[in-house]
């Protein structure tokens, strides 16, 4: 029988190869890379005993249990499927599909929005007051501002100043930004528990990459312990930031438009 193989034969190795690929990525990134070698030497064993050997009773029972921990493996990694799927929806090839249903809802970047949050962020780095910041962008933050209190205030540099305040009993937590406006503030961040966070950046910065991991807002940290700023975007943070780098991120984050951070660096 001739070896038929054929380019749609080609696309599909290479597709296959790629979700591989992708899924190594992400177990790599939540610690869980042994866990995808044992799943890949289960496959394969599934096959050999399955396909080559044509194994009855052992393949039925493989059979079995590929079935049952398929769901198991969709309720072990929910986090990384649903960022995952984040990751699909917010890509900048797919952008036109938000645009076409948020025609209306174009957010101004003007100075009077992104400025009074650059000129707090710079006070509090000089005060070493500790601040996080998170702008919402197309995906919605709703269960997030549901764990802090109502603000619905204009941005203000006053008022981002005075809530981080340290006797303030909103500066623990963090605030949120949505559409030009303080929505809410001592809000709850999931917290990132990726193992190449250098150990130096505190809890804040594990808030705020845990919020980019599985949403697409950005967040911005400022450090209680050494007044670095810093901003997280897409499960990535850029450290010791100046304001016009700052400025430049909060203005991509308000005109929707994704601005790619570099690995993080210690922060000196």
């Known amino acids: 029988m ?22 190594y990525r992400l177990m790599k990134d939540s610690g869980s890379l042994n866990i995808f070698y044992g799943i890949l030497i289960f496959f394969g064993l599934w096959i050999v005993v399955s396909q080559m050997f044509q194994m009855r009773l052992l393949g039925s029972i493989f059979d079995k249990l590929i079935s049952v921990g398929a769901l198991a493996l969709i309720i072990l990694f929910q986090d990384d ?11 900048r090839k797919f952008n ?4 076409m249903f948020r025609l209306k809802e174009k957010v101004d970047n003007s100075d009077p929005v992104v400025m009074p949050i650059v000129r707090a962020c710079m006070d509090m780095s000089r005060n070493k007051t500790g601040a996080l910041i998170v702008v919402e962008r197309n995906m919605a933050l709703s269960d997030i501002i549901s764990t802090g209190e109502t ?4 941005v203000n540099q006053s008022l ?48 705020a990459l845990g919020i980019t991991e599985q949403s697409d807002a950005l967040a911005v940290i400022v450090s209680e312990e050494t007044g670095g700023i810093s901003v997280a975007q897409r499960g990535v943070y850029d450290l010791r930031l100046q304001a016009d780098k700052l ?10 438009k994704p601005h790619h951070p570099n690995k993080a660096k210690e922060e000196s």
């Open 2 to 23: 001739p070896f038929d193989f054929g380019i749609k034969d080609a696309i599909d190795i290479l597709l296959v190869a790629w979700l591989l690929y992708y899924i």
């Open 81 to 91: 499927i649903r960022r995952f799927f984040i990751t699909i929806g917010t890509h």
């Open 96 to 99: 036109f599909l938000t645009r």
């Open 151 to 154: 603000i619905d205030a204009k």
């Open 160 to 207: 981002i100043e005075n809530i981080f305040f340290k006797n303030s009993p909103l500066h623990d937590g963090a605030m949120i930004i949505s559409k030009k406006r303080i929505v809410a503030a001592g809000c709850v961040l999931p917290v990132s528990h990726n193992i190449s966070i250098p150990k130096d950046l505190g809890l804040r910065h594990r808030a």
């Open 247 to 256: 400025e430049e991120y909060l203005t991509a984050a308000m005109n929707e």
